[in-house]
């Protein structure tokens, strides 16, 4: 069965720490993997899109691992201001022959206070 | 510019009645599609079009109708509204290449009491 398990569910940290959201897909045939950024009460935002040949890809504070072999992702936030509160979603791609699907992750909840 | 936009962004709605969730893009953008979203699950996929005049079926399509006569606009039909659908739905829209992300709309709170 093709998931997508992120943990974990939700975090505090301070401003100005770092963090690392995990994801654990079981996902196949694999197509790229996405983080996503969702704000509370908006759409979920891209933030970096991976393919099996990348292990790493940063966007400005966030940068996402991927190891394919292991079927593992990480995304980790740097120097965390109050702006980064939002719940992260891992999202997989898999090739099928009625074009790419997506399963989405449940989230993580990170909450970054003063 | 606009992105995805979504009307209404609230609605409350009685058992039984229908409604029609409106979704529109200005990205020419061939790929829609609809998802809802409940508390500690992830996104699931209601129904998608790769190009106007095509739509079909996702994940939980059941109480849902789809039609899209124009590249721009994806309206959702709740044809006979059940509790069982209260959730936040989005909709989003990408060029279909497979490496480009999607862009969310920011949603659309339904409630059905």
Same mark, same amino acid.
């Given at each position: 069965?093709?998931?997508?398990?992120?943990? !974990? #569910?939700?975090?505090?940290?301070?401003?100005?720490?770092?963090?690392?959201?995990?994801?654990? /897909?079981?996902?196949? !045939?694999?197509?790229?993997? &996405?983080?996503?950024? #969702?704000?509370?009460? &908006?759409?979920?935002?891209?933030?970096?899109?991976?393919?099996?040949?990348?292990?790493?890809?940063?966007?400005? &504070?966030?940068?996402?691992?991927?190891?394919?072999?292991?079927?593992?992702?990480?995304? $980790?936030?740097?120097?965390?201001?109050?702006?980064?509160?939002?719940?992260?979603?891992?999202?997989?791609? &898999?090739?099928?022959?009625?074009?790419?699907?997506?399963?989405f *992750?449940g989230g993580?909840?990170?909450?970054?206070?003063? | 510019?606009? *992105?995805?936009?979504?009307? !209404?962004?609230?609605?409350?709605?009685?058992?039984?009645?229908?409604?029609?969730?409106?979704?529109?893009?200005?990205?020419? $953008?061939?790929?829609?599609?609809?998802y809802r979203q409940d508390p500690g699950m992830g996104l699931r996929?209601i $129904? /998608?079009?790769? *190009?106007?005049?095509?739509?079909?079926?996702?994940?939980v399509?059941?109480?849902?109708?789809?039609?899209?006569?124009?590249?721009?606009?994806?309206?959702?039909?709740?044809?006979?509204?059940? !509790?069982s659908q209260t959730s936040v739905y989005f909709?989003?829209?990408?060029?279909?290449?497979?490496? #480009?992300? #999607? $862009?969310?709309?920011?949603?659309?709170r339904l409630?059905?009491?």
């Open positions: 069965k093709n998931q997508v398990e992120q943990s !974990p #569910q939700s975090l505090i940290i301070l401003e100005g720490k770092n963090c690392t959201l995990q994801c654990n /897909y079981t996902v196949s !045939p694999f197509s790229n993997l &996405r983080w996503y950024k #969702q704000d509370t009460g &908006r759409g979920p935002v891209s933030l970096t899109i991976m393919t099996f040949s990348e292990n790493t890809k940063s966007n400005g &504070r966030y940068t996402a691992t991927l190891d394919a072999d292991t079927k593992q992702s990480s995304l $980790h936030i740097t120097a965390s201001q109050l702006s980064d509160s939002a719940s992260y979603i891992c999202v997989v791609s &898999r090739a099928s022959a009625a074009g790419n699907k997506l399963t *992750g993580t909840r990170v909450l970054v206070k003063p | 510019n606009a *992105g995805v936009t979504q009307t !209404p962004k609230f609605q409350v709605l009685k058992t039984g009645q229908s409604m029609t969730l409106q979704c529109a893009q200005d990205m020419n $953008h061939e790929y829609m599609s609809w996929l $129904h /998608y079009s790769v *190009g106007a005049g095509i739509t079909d079926q996702g994940e399509p059941n109480g849902y109708n789809v039609s899209r006569s124009t590249t721009e606009d994806f309206p959702l039909r709740l044809l006979s509204a059940a !509790p909709c989003a829209s990408s060029t279909g290449f497979s490496n #480009q992300p #999607q $862009h969310f709309g920011d949603g659309t409630s059905i009491l």
